[in-house]
């Protein structure tokens, strides 16, 4: 009985300590998202999902919608001063926390709908925050 407690406990242990390893060196790409008229008709949706794709490409990246009228994001949406479409990209490293707004470069693919400078233009600002 008591080996099969030993191995239990050093099992959840190995899986706590591979969990946090995980999270130590991962980037988050949060997408701020309101339940306006224009999501409805899909746009912001599209636009959501073309971000996810690009970030889905590298596994250290964990993208996360962040519905804006949820109240358990109140905190993120006031820390962050977002709105809709607002795209924030976060690294926390030990005890600091680096972050990225890059609303601005979403925006311009907004009008112009070129995918390969969203994407060129994305994976930099993630690369850049990676380093620190």
């Known amino acids: 009985m008591k080996k099969i407690i030993v191995i239990v406990a050093t099992i959840m242990l190995s899986g706590i300590m591979l969990s946090a390893q995980s999270t130590k060196s991962k980037v988050e790409v949060l997408y701020f998202k309101a339940n306006l008229a224009c999501c409805k008709a899909r746009a912001c949706y599209v636009l959501e999902v073309d971000i996810q794709n690009i970030v889905g490409k590298d596994t250290s990246i964990v993208f996360r919608e962040i519905k ?11 820390k962050y001063k977002a709105k809709s479409q607002t795209v924030i990209i976060i690294k926390k490293k030990k005890k600091k926390e ?5 609303s601005d470069i979403v925006q ?4 112009n709908q070129n995918k390969e400078t969203l994407e060129k233009e994305l994976m930099n600002k993630i690369n850049e925050i990676k380093k620190k």
């Open 68 to 78: 804006l009228a949820d109240e358990a994001n109140k905190a993120l949406v006031e």
């Open 108 to 111: 311009a693919y907004v009008q």
């Open 98 to 102: 680096y972050s990225t707004d890059i």
